[in-house]
């Protein structure tokens, strides 16, 4: 059992327009999750996201698969 918490980051991007996720990919070697939550409510709901899932997400943001957001 690991005991490990969150170290929570923007992207260095974020201009703190208001539309930022935060991520902790420090727990994917101790849990294999990529936890994400609105940078607005940091007491919020968290999305665990496999490893896999957040790279193909973050490749499609790259991509332009969402549009101007």
């Known amino acids: 059992m690991t005991t490990e918490s969150p170290r929570w980051f ?5 201009n703190n327009g208001g539309d930022c996720i935060e991520v902790a990919a420090n727990l994917v070697a101790s849990r294999g999750v990529v936890p994400v939550r ?31 957001i």
């Open 10 to 14: 923007k992207s260095s991007y974020s």
């Open 38 to 68: 609105d940078s607005k409510n940091p007491h919020g709901p968290v999305l665990n996201a496999s490893p896999a899932s957040f790279t193909t997400f973050v490749a499609g943001i790259k991509a332009g698969e969402f549009g101007a």
